[in-house]
């Protein structure tokens, strides 16, 4: 290393220990010092690992834990970010934490969609992996297309290294790469020709710009889809879900590749990250009996998504949400939910985000009214803007409660009549959130 190397690991370093010793947190402050010592400190902090880099608009962290846990029946030494800091910065901070290793080690990074070429112009992964890319967070990534684009202007700096990406995303197979690669998705309903909704992002073909049909589809855009005019379609998989057997919103039961499985954690959303690290699990050659059952144990609480938590003799799961197709997923799992529930939603318009607030109306709201939802709660920084949405779309006056103060949160949730909670939050609202349940001990640490 170089004296500037060095003296930015030590900073770094020092940072670290200080902001996580005295302060709870340090995600990304560290690495930002560092890298304003050194900018190219990436390179040498990770230049004897085998790196992992899992990326897409939805599922990130949840893939990313299950990997972790997944590969280390067979790799003990494994750096990761669980908190879900996925930018350069948290990046670097998660190497300048790294433990000694007895081996080579590995390292499993979440990584923003569009700090990929940020990441790769330093590190040469291993592998790739792509859970799927909806329309998120307009002033960053603009649209589905621009964002595909800045991962592939990452992945173009590794191109030996292997992709496996979610087949049923027609986007992920729309342009020729030179990396090897693997897809994985749903494969089992039976065929029965039938179109996305016509609201769906990403429904023309990329080839001729027909709307595209499909054999099956999960949700979205996302399926076993086919082009009528000049023959895309779905390429074929190397691991299938090839059958799903029940759904509840703490558990899924389903197979791959024959292999029955076994999820503590609801929504068909999260079959897709599982499936992602089955693939990834078995491309790393750990046997898919033993996957299923490291996958079947009772998880640890993984930061903000389905996290469980209680408030007084309140059961609440918090899920973050940041764009439609993710909300709408996380409706229909607590549709599945067959006891009454009381539902919170906390919108925030910080950068983190995403100041465009516009999405919420695209969200299946109209669909919380006919459910067995005696009480709402609306809050946040906007939470005007959300308590509309949600008058809009059908929830009574009388039963829905503001909170625009997320310190009153918790007392909000403790006078709710039913024992289940739901509260969907955007990042910084969930952080918040976080952070004051810390504070009054309900759970460990408050912040990323």
């Not at 972790?68 to 030494?77: E, N, S, W």
């Not at 990396?179 to 749903?186: A, I, K, V």
């Not at 829905?400 to 997320?406: E, G, S």
Request: aromatic fraction near 10%.
């Amino acid at each position: 290393m170089s004296i500037n190397s060095l003296l930015a690991t030590w900073t770094g370093k020092s940072a670290y220990w200080f902001l996580h010793t005295f302060r709870g947190g340090g995600s990304s402050l560290p690495g930002k010092l560092a890298l304003k010592l050194d900018p190219t400190i990436l390179k040498h902090l990770a230049k004897n690992y085998d790196v992992i880099i899992i990326t897409g608009t939805n599922g990130k962290t949840l893939t990313t834990a299950l990997t972790v846990k997944v590969l280390r029946q067979r790799y003990p030494d494994i750096l990761t970010n669980p908190s879900g800091s996925n930018m350069k910065q948290g990046i670097v901070t998660t190497f300048l934490t790294a433990p000694k290793a007895h081996q080579k080690p590995l390292a499993v990074l979440e990584v923003d969609e569009a700090n990929v070429v940020m990441v790769t112009k330093y590190i040469t992964p291993k592998a790739f992996v792509f859970t799927n890319i909806f329309r998120d967070q307009l002033d960053r990534y603009g649209e589905i297309y621009t964002t595909y684009q800045k991962i592939l202007d990452g992945v173009a700096l590794a191109p030996e290294a292997t992709i496996i990406a979610n087949g049923d995303l027609p986007l992920f197979h729309s342009k020729k790469l030179p990396n090897p690669m693997l897809y994985y998705g749903f494969d089992y309903q039976a065929d029965h020709d039938q179109q996305a909704p016509a609201n769906t992002d990403g429904l023309l073909c990329p080839n001729c710009q027909h709307i595209l049909r499909y054999h099956s589809r999960t949700y979205s855009n996302m399926g076993k889809y086919y082009c009528p005019h000049c023959g895309f379609e779905r390429p074929q998989l190397t691991w299938k879900l090839n059958a799903l057997t029940n759904m509840t919103p703490t558990s899924s039961d389903f197979e791959i590749n024959g292999q029955a499985m076994h999820l503590n954690i609801g929504g068909e959303y999260n079959i897709y990250n599982a499936l992602a690290a089955f693939a990834v699990g078995r491309f790393m050659d750990v046997p898919s009996k033993q996957i299923a059952q490291t996958l079947s144990e009772n998880d640890e609480q993984v930061f903000g998504r389905q996290e469980i938590f209680h408030v007084g003799d309140k059961d609440v799961t918090l899920v973050l949400v940041k764009n439609p197709v993710g909300l709408n997923q996380v409706i229909k799992m607590m549709s599945t939910d067959s006891q009454p529930f009381s539902f919170a939603a906390l919108l925030n318009a910080n950068y983190a985000d995403g100041i465009d607030t516009s999405w919420i109306w695209d969200g299946a709201f109209e669909k919380l009214p006919a459910m067995n939802i005696p009480a709402f709660i609306s809050g946040g920084e906007r939470y005007r803007d959300i308590t509309f949405r949600l008058k809009v779309a059908g929830v009574a006056p009388e039963n829905l409660t503001i909170v625009p103060d997320l310190t009153k949160m918790t007392a909000a949730i403790q006078k709710l009549p039913t024992k289940q909670v739901y509260v969907v939050a955007t990042y910084t609202a969930m952080l918040q959130l976080r952070k004051q349940l810390a504070s009054q001990g309900i759970i460990k640490g408050g912040m990323a």
